[in-house]
């Protein structure tokens, strides 16, 4: 079964150092992966995808994945974190039914 | 677009009571997804819709759960009769496609049953 792994479950960055926030995968076939953010209150917002094509992947609010196969990571990254930034983000890769299948989240701080 | 509309934003209600939840998708979406997210289980896919048709429901917990999708811009969530375990934050998303799409969520209802 595809699943993903979200190895942390909070990640803590001071503001405008890089962030990374760290996915895996396993999937058989071509994986179809997804980053998608929660504010407080709030669902979950669309940030990015990855289908095929380049690597790099950017996205919403300065957010940028990259897809690496040899690893089977699919790591959110921004270069210099704003406290806005701090919010719970959720990797997701497409089952093989076409569902769409949510890791347990990483909550991610930003320390002014 | 106002974004996919969820009611009531919050509902409290006692054990064994009746718990309809509402949802408008995104107009011209075809696909509508319930999840259920609490801190133990976290995000939980609950069943979805194609074209008002569902699909899979067998994320659904038990019978007590039943949902509906009349028409292209309307579905319930029913729990009937409904326990303390059933709190937690259920949200509704729709797309425009499945795998490949990307989804839009709701602010979310959340329950508490006491």
């Known amino acids: 079964a595809q699943s993903v792994a979200q190895p942390e479950d909070q990640v803590n960055v001071a503001e405008g150092n890089p962030l990374t926030v760290k996915c895996t995968y396993s999937?058989?076939?071509?994986?179809?992966l997804f980053w998608y953010v929660q504010y407080p209150n709030r669902g979950l917002q669309f940030l990015l995808k990855y289908i095929t094509g380049d690597n790099l992947v950017k996205g919403s609010y300065g957010f940028e994945a990259e897809f690496n196969k040899s690893q089977t990571s699919f790591h959110l990254k921004k270069p210099s974190a704003l406290v806005s930034d701090s919010a719970l983000y959720f990797c997701a890769v497409r089952d093989e039914d076409d569902k769409i299948i949510f890791g347990k989240g990483t909550r991610l701080h930003i320390l002014p | 677009d106002a974004g996919v509309i969820q009611s009531p934003r919050h509902e409290v209600t006692e054990m064994g009571q009746e718990v309809t939840l509402r949802c408008k998708p995104i107009s011209g979406h075809d696909y509508l997804f319930w999840y259920r997210q609490t801190m133990m289980r976290g995000l939980e896919l609950l069943i979805y819709?194609?074209?008002?048709?569902?699909?899979?429901d067998s994320g659904m917990p038990e019978d007590r759960f039943s949902a509906k999708m009349p028409n292209a811009s309307f579905s319930t969530l029913k729990i009937q009769p409904s326990e303390p375990r059933d709190s937690a934050v259920y949200f509704c998303?729709?797309?425009?496609?499945?795998?490949?799409?990307?989804?839009?969520f709701g602010p979310g209802t959340r329950l508490t049953v006491t």
């Open positions: 999937v058989s076939g071509n994986p179809y």
């Open positions: 998303a729709s797309s425009l496609g499945r795998g490949y799409g990307e989804q839009y």
């Open positions: 819709f194609n074209n008002n048709v569902p699909i899979d």
